[in-house]
């Protein structure tokens, strides 16, 4: 552990910076270990400032020369900053600083990526490119030269000149340092065209490195799509002449929304039907279209400070899930949100890393990049809708942006805007903002002379982060089921705000089955005791695509636990209800593809733990095993005609319908393996003209013990694709037997292929090893140590991944003593490195507890 405890910020210290950045010029001088950067910053105290105390951000500079209008200074340099002192009026700040961007491997300021410069600087890289208020309340504009020999110098905003190995750039909106980027290398762009609402031309590209060209051409549809949506629903427009995209190798998140130039993971954009399957269409589609997004939520509406994160990334998310159910289903949208959700956002506010929406302390803010600041940050304002209704939605939106446009604001801002369209009060909702814990509902009903009460009680676990939790609002999506499956009233949204509150029906004819939380309209835990035949009912009857969904999973669950505390057998009420639903062809298919799956087998373990038990991981993974066989045979009547009829005679496309085909019938093709041999898995592989259809059958291979031989040629085939080599890495670890399953990874580690400093070849290998529930805690505890070995090793070079690949590690303390003893030894060891990063520091001193 480091000497010096890191300090943690809060949100309750907050102070505006003591000065304004009117403009800022910036000059790079592009070498691969010594690049220049001269910076010429204006500055001129803020009348709302009481502390005028001049300080810049800076780390890992070498500083050159600075002066302060134009007379040379020698500043205060420590290793977070510079201090000096300043006259009262406006001045010019210069600097000459030199950075190493091939000794960058964190990935977090100006680095190299298969020869070609990026940037990443959310959330503090700026500072590593050069001396700034590299905080996101310090907004200006920035002009920006770019000297190097390369054919292609990108940085925000328009273009202002360019010659060979030169170029300006001029970025008229205000940004805060987080959004400034710079690429620079030998790139192709795909280019592309769009005219906005009122009628300007924006010109658009998607850089890509040689021998990508053909992976383009999807996203740019999808910008295009993302474009037109935001004008069409929220009203906005794109603001510059151009908008880029570049896709980059070595990135540590996903994509980055710098204003105009967006950069890229390459696995999130890159696309073709060979190498991509369609869940990766979809994925690359949601992100394209969360980035641009941002450019009004996030960009020209920015964050005060980084406690606000939420007010960007969680309506960035919950726009992009509007985007996504526009273009493809709403109901399967709906569905892999909540499955999402659960998987990753519950787990998060179940163990010790637990914190609000909106925290109200940190560290290191890279390490809130989470789960809950942006999907459940995302579920609030789906609240919120719901509440205040879609009219009122969007007349708050529209005050939003007019009211906030070129503001760093607080989630206090966006709250008002809401109380300001609808007179309400939305202190108690607050709450979501700034309480831990996922709420946990239960529901009483009685039944009297035609009237249905339904009694509410909500309770929230205490955690650290939320000791003393309090009760929220929450509003409940109540429907009423009839005994022939018809609905008897609309949908009613119970405004539940006590710790316990009765709602009322009245003048029902016969008891209904009450359909509850439609649509997951609050992330809740819930408890509704029903009979087995009522959820069946609602399996069968549910007009509520999502509750239909919800009672199959509540009955797998229910079997599946069953199954691991007594040794039940499979519940065939359950079996039956789903085979009438996926057998059901009026159905979407994609919709019938999702009745077929299982609640995780973290999730299992979620559940017992939450009923005081001890999770047993072998016990979860042998039920999940005997589950899918029971399904293997309650399907071996219709699996083989309902896998025929999923065949497609049209060329591939990526849309939800054919690709709702490929998934219900890659999920027969699972169950069919599964009770024969591999020959149908292995016809489909050899058939295969698509990476969905051959990634399904290679995955049915190996789980049949058939796949050594399709591995091989998989690999021969896709040697050098670096995105469907991510995916091959992959697969073996998320196939293998939970016994297997360290042992693969750990020989994957030796492949010649395995570039570990790539943070997408080092998740293909232990994000999967850590998501393989009975493999990552398998008694043995192999995994624990492997992974640790491995985040070691990372830490020295990418402290960024490692703090969140310790997220593995999360729910440690569910497990038995012998697990858990062995899980804290890896814990302790990881935190006994020498030099270990403040942001690894910081999560695992939390999960460690
Ligand atoms: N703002 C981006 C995500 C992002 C966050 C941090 C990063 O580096 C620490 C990189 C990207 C988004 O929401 O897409
Ligand atoms: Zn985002």
């Known amino acids: 552990m480091p000497d010096i405890a890191p300090e943690t910020i809060y949100l309750a210290d907050y102070t505006p910076f003591g000065f304004i950045v009117d403009s800022v010029a910036l000059t790079f ?79 977090e300021g100006l680095y190299m990526s298969n020869g070609m410069y990026c940037t990443q600087c959310e959330a503090e890289g700026f500072r590593k490119i050069t001396y700034y208020p590299d905080r996101p309340d310090v907004m200006a504009t920035f002009k920006v030269t770019i000297n190097g020999p390369h054919p292609v110098l990108l940085s925000n905003g328009n273009p202002v000149s360019s010659s060979e190995h030169h170029a300006k750039w001029y970025d008229p909106w205000p940004k805060p340092a987080y959004l400034f980027a710079l690429v620079a290398g030998d790139l192709i762009a795909h280019p592309g065209e769009f005219t906005t609402q009122s009628g300007r031309k924006v010109d658009l590209n998607l850089y890509v490195r040689p021998g990508d060209e053909g992976k383009c051409a999807f996203g740019m549809e999808a910008l ?45 954009v890159l696309a073709s039907p060979e190498t991509s399957t369609d869940m990766n269409f979809e994925r690359i589609e949601a992100i394209i279209a969360h980035e641009y997004f941002h450019n009004w939520t996030g960009n020209r509406i920015t964050c005060r ?49 637990a914190h609000p929406v909106r925290p109200e302390s940190f560290q290191e803010i890279n390490n809130f990049y989470t789960a809950t600041v942006y999907e459940k940050g995302a579920e609030v304002i789906g609240m919120l809708k719901t509440l205040v209704g879609d009219d009122a939605y969007a007349k708050a939106l529209d005050l939003y942006f007019e009211r906030h446009d070129g503001d760093a604001a607080t989630i206090e801002d966006w709250l008002k805007v809401f109380e300001d369209t609808t007179g309400r009060d939305l202190s108690q909702f607050k709450r979501w903002y700034g309480q831990a814990g996922t709420p946990r509902l239960s529901v009483e009903e009685a039944w009297e002379d035609g009237t249905l009460t339904l009694t509410f009680t909500q309770h929230t676990p205490p955690s650290v982060a939320t000791p003393d ?4 609002v929450i509003p409940i999506a109540t429907g009423l089921i009839g005994p022939n499956g018809n609905e008897l009233a609309e949908t009613r949204i119970l405004e539940m705000t006590e710790a316990r509150q009765s709602f009322v029906f009245e003048g029902l004819g016969a008891r209904p089955v009450a359909s509850i939380l439609r649509g997951f309209s609050a992330p809740v835990v819930l408890t509704h005791e029903l009979s087995d035949a009522d959820r069946a009912h609602l399996l069968a009857h549910d007009t509520d ?32 209800g789903i085979h009438a ?7 979407d298919p994609a919709y019938r593809a999702l009745m077929l799956g299982l609640p995780s087998q973290s999730d299992l373990a979620s559940a017992l733990h939450d009923q005081g038990q001890v999770p047993d991981p072998a016990a979860i993974y042998r039920a999940g095993e005997a589950m899918r066989d029971a399904m293997a045979a309650r399907f071996a009547d219709k699996a083989q005609s309902i896998y025929d009829a999923c065949k497609i005679d049209a060329p591939y496309d990526p849309g939800a319908e054919q690709a709702g085909k490929r998934s219900l019938g890659n999920a027969m093709l ?26 399904s059958a290679l995955a049915c291979l190996i789980r049949a013990g058939d796949g050594e031989t399709a591995l091989a040629k998989f690999e021969s085939q896709w040697r050098d694709d670096r995105l469907v080599m991510d995916k091959w890495f992959g697969l073996q670890v998320l196939e293998a037997k939970p016994e297997e399953a360290a042992a693969v990874a750990d020989t994957l580690t030796k492949h010649s292929d395995f570039n570990w400093k790539n943070p997408n070849r080092f998740r293909a290998v232990f994000g999967s090893l850590s998501v393989h529930h009975a493999g990552f805690h398998h008694a043995s505890g ?68």
């Open 545 to 576: 695509t999502f509750n239909r969904w919800e009672a199959g999973r509540t009955m797998a669950r229910q079997s599946l636990l069953a199954m691991i505390t007594k040794d039940a057998a499979p519940d065939s009420a359950y079996l039956d």
């Open 224 to 268: 295009i799509a993302s474009m037109k949506w935001d004008e069409e629903v929220y009203g906005r427009e794109y603001d510059l002449d151009l908008f880029n995209i570049v896709a980059v190798d070595d990135f540590n998140m996903g994509a980055m929304e710098n204003k105009g130039l967006n950069i890229f993971n390459s696995s999130a």
């Open 305 to 353: 400070d980084w406690f606000q994160l939420c007010l960007k990334e969680g309506l960035t998310v919950y726009r992009d899930s509007q985007f996504t159910s526009d273009m493809r289903s709403a109901a399967v949208k709906r569905i892999s949100d909540v499955i999402d959700l659960r998987g990753r956002q519950f787990a998060e506010d179940q163990g010790p890393l």
């Open 29 to 107: 001088d592009l070498d691969p270990r010594a690049t220049r950067v001269t910076s010429r910053i204006a500055f001129r105290r803020n009348p709302e400032a009481s502390d005028f105390d001049f300080f810049l951000h800076g780390e890992q500079l070498k500083l050159n020369s600075a002066k302060i209008d134009g007379a040379a200074v020698s500043p205060k340099i420590t290793d977070k900053g510079l201090s000096c002192d300043v006259p009262d009026t406006p001045f010019v700040f210069e600097a000459e600083v030199e950075i190493d961007p091939t000794g960058n491997t964190a990935l």
């Open 469 to 472: 939790p309090q009760p929220q």
């Open 581 to 587: 639903v996926v057998c059901d062809a009026s159905l």
């Open 670 to 695: 699972s169950l069919i393996t599964r009770r024969t041999n591999g020959d149908l898995a292995q016809a489909q592989y050899d058939a295969a003209d698509n990476m969905t259809q051959q990634l």
């Open 782 to 849: 192999d995994a624990y140590a492997l992974l640790a070995n491995w985040l070691i090793k990372l830490d020295a070079v990418n402290p960024q991944t490692t703090a969140r690949m310790c997220t593995a590690f999360q729910t440690w303390k569910r497990y038995d003593a012998d697990r858990q003893a062995k899980a804290a030894a890896a814990l302790d060891r990881i935190l006994a490195t020498p030099d270990l990063s403040p942001d690894t520091t910081e999560m695992l001193t939390r999960i460690r507890g």
